[in-house]
């Protein structure tokens, strides 16, 4: 009996798996298809990355979106990580419930409301202030606002779980509140660290709708343009620029969980 709801549990687990990134595999399977239409395999080709060499609006999509992800990526983890710990070490304060609504309200808001906020917002300055225009940078807002929110979630459910006794006993050694945060949290939160950036890198690639609200001419990333060239129709370069994202991304995602499994076990051996 233990067998049999052993295998029926691991068959659930791989056709869950395979439900998810099956999908994927078919993409970066026809992303080697000689021909156009993706409709039936003709044979092995890679033509198409060799035309997606080729293909400037796309590439530059492309590296447009990595550098917004990696940048936005690193301002949400660092203001959430300031956010979490306020929210996590101070209980009490003056504004500190609308602080912790405002920090969630993106979490809970459809995406389509914050791309019209902000447009409102962005438009309202730049006719005040004469900027900022609508561009990468105010694509990187709006990514970073979106990020921060995730990645508060996510550095807070750590700092909860820490041992308070830890940074109790580096203040009573002399450290102050500055050394106690950059030698004793900052440390034993770096896995949530690593986990948010990842998190947050990967909605900003993803990004579709704010992106859509706040670019501006020459600032489409690449999910635009995919989007905008499937309505014409499936274009192989598109699934070849996808396989390389998926390439990108899953080296980084390796990387990332190589070296915290390597941290862990290093302070699994110090104990």
Not at 54 to 83: C, H, M, P, Y
Not at 200 to 218: E, K, M, Q, R, Y
């Amino acid at each position: 009996m233990k067998i049999l709801q052993r295998g029926l549990g691991r068959s659930w687990l791989a056709m869950g798996y395979l439900f998810l990134y099956f999908p994927i595999i078919v993409l970066v399977v026809f992303s080697f298809n000689s021909a156009r239409q993706n409709m039936a395999w003709s044979g092995f080709s890679l033509m198409w990355y060799g035309e997606l060499m080729q293909d400037a609006e796309l590439l530059s999509a492309f590296a447009l979106s990595l550098k917004i992800a990696v940048a936005s990526a690193f301002a949400s983890v660092v203001l959430g990580t300031f956010s979490a710990y306020v929210l996590d070490r101070y209980k009490r304060f003056h504004g500190r419930t609308l602080f912790s609504g405002m920090v969630s309200a993106p979490l809970v808001m459809p995406e389509v409301i914050i791309g019209v906020s902000l447009l409102l917002l962005l438009v309202s300055c730049q006719k005040l202030l004469g900027f900022p225009a609508r561009g990468s940078a105010t694509i990187w807002l709006g990514h970073t606002l979106l990020g921060m929110a995730y990645a508060t979630v996510v550095v807070q459910s750590r700092l909860q779980e820490l041992n308070q006794s830890l940074a109790e006993a580096a203040m009573d050694l002399g450290c102050r509140a500055h050394q106690v945060f950059l030698l004793v949290t900052l440390p034993n939160i770096a896995q949530s660290l690593a986990s948010a950036f990842l998190l947050t890198f990967t909605l900003s690639l993803d990004d579709v709708v704010l992106s859509a609200f706040l670019s501006g001419p020459g600032s489409s990333t690449m999910p635009i343009v995919i989007f905008s060239r499937a309505r014409l129709g499936l274009d192989p370069r598109v699934n070849a620029v996808a396989s390389i994202t998926v390439l990108v991304v899953s080296c980084c995602i390796i990387g990332s969980s190589y070296m915290l499994a390597r941290a862990a076990r290093r302070r699994a051996n110090k104990l």
